[in-house]
Nanobody, 114 residues
Framework: QVQLVESGGGLVQAGGSLRLSCAAS???????MGWYRQAPGKQRELVAT???????NYADSVKGRFSISRDNGKKTVYLQMNSLKPEDTAVYLC?????????WGQGTQVTVSS
């Protein structure tokens, strides 16, 4: 069973930055990890992920502002978010996939004030 713990959310003014972290435990082998977000009344959407081939995939709305990275030794994935906008306000959820299973963290709130 894979457990994911996110941290780093908070309240920031528009134009500011935040860095989210997600640490995975309980897994053996490769995890494909990424970040999604869900705003009130909206569907969950992809923000940034690694792929099976270790490339990265970003939502158009965050390209050039957000950057995903990872520390394989620590099984941790990061999301550096710059130039934040009020429309980035959401619960950010860490996702990990392994052997066809999909795991989610509890989410961390990011609120961007205008």
């Amino acid at each position: 069973q894979v457990q994911l713990v996110e941290s780093g959310g908070g309240l920031v003014q528009a134009g500011g930055s935040l860095r989210l972290s997600c640490a995975a435990s309980g897994s053996i082998g490769k995890l494909v990890m990424g970040w999604y977000r869900q705003a009130p009344g909206k569907q969950r959407e992809l923000v940034a992920t690694f792929t099976n081939s270790d490339s990265t995939n970003y939502a158009d709305s965050v390209k050039g502002r957000f950057s995903i990275s990872r520390d394989n030794g620590k099984k941790t994935v990061y999301l550096q978010m710059n130039s934040l906008k009020p429309e980035d306000t959401a619960v950010y959820l860490c996702n990990a996939q392994q052997w066809g299973w999909n795991y989610w963290g509890q989410g961390t709130q990011v609120t961007v004030s205008s």
